[in-house]
């Protein structure tokens, strides 16, 4: 079985300009997260969905990024303009929720430096 | 949303075994302890979830005493492929509100 895709793994990019992360979770999970991590730290989640519905995202910095999950299974997140904190790891994992468990399969990250 | 408390770091040889506890004081009663890893350069990997008692699985054991206070991650006869740094999680299941991750505890295992 396929695992989390992500693309790029590593993005070089100065600030103020535009980046996009693309996601494609595990065929059949429903809902789909995107978290920061910084160095030395843990990831830090930024938006969850459920479909194609943004159910969680209080901690997204909605002045300057944004996500959208069409037809509930690959997701973007873009940061507009970028800005030099935002250099970071970006993770995406997928999970199938119901009343049980809840084990969210995450993809290798894309590493975003920006200078 | 319960906080968690784990050692920042610890040290292993190859061949030991490993016991990584957890602190959970406020852990509420619908909430479940999970455990993730991450290795470099690649995102965290579930590792092992309970509720109550004790959890096994082919990778570690989880320990949950009867208050549920605390929690124990117990990864046998550790070789260097384990050296990574391990999330506990604390949470409900529906709630979203294991989706907050702590420091974590970097485990090295020398040789």
């Known amino acids: 079985e396929a695992g989390v895709v992500q693309s790029p793994r590593y993005k070089i990019i100065e600030k103020k300009q535009p980046v996009a992360f693309w996601c494609n979770p595990i065929?059949?999970?429903?809902?789909l997260y995107w978290y920061r991590q910084n160095l030395g730290q843990g990831p830090e989640l930024l938006i969850r969905?459920?479909?194609?519905?943004?159910?969680?995202d209080s901690q997204l910095p909605k002045d300057r990024f944004s996500a959208e999950r069409l037809k509930g299974v690959d997701s973007t997140l873009k940061i507009q303009p970028a800005e030099l904190g935002d250099s970071a790891v970006y993770l995406c994992a997928s999970s199938f929720r119901d009343y049980g468990t809840d084990t969210q399969y995450f993809g290798p990250g894309t590493r975003l430096t920006v200078l | 949303l319960a906080k968690t408390t784990q050692p920042i770091s610890m040290d292993s040889y190859e061949g030991q075994e490993v016991n990584i506890t957890c602190s959970h004081n406020?852990?509420?009663?619908?909430?479940?302890i999970t455990w993730y890893q991450q290795f470099p350069s690649q995102g965290p990997r579930f590792i092992i979830q309970?509720?109550?008692t004790k959890v096994t699985n082919e990778v570690a054991s989880l320990f949950i005493p009867a208050d549920r206070k605390s929690s124990t991650l117990s990864l046998p006869r550790v070789s260097l492929s384990d050296t990574a740094v391990y999330y506990c999680?604390?949470?409900?299941?529906?709630?979203?509100?294991?989706?907050?991750f702590g420091g974590g505890t970097r485990l090295m295992v020398k040789p």
């Open positions: 309970g509720y109550k």
């Open positions: 999680l604390v949470g409900e299941n529906n709630a979203g509100n294991m989706l907050t």
């Open positions: 406020n852990i509420a009663t619908n909430d479940y």
């Open positions: 065929s059949g999970h429903n809902t």
């Open positions: 969905y459920e479909n194609e519905e943004a159910v969680d």
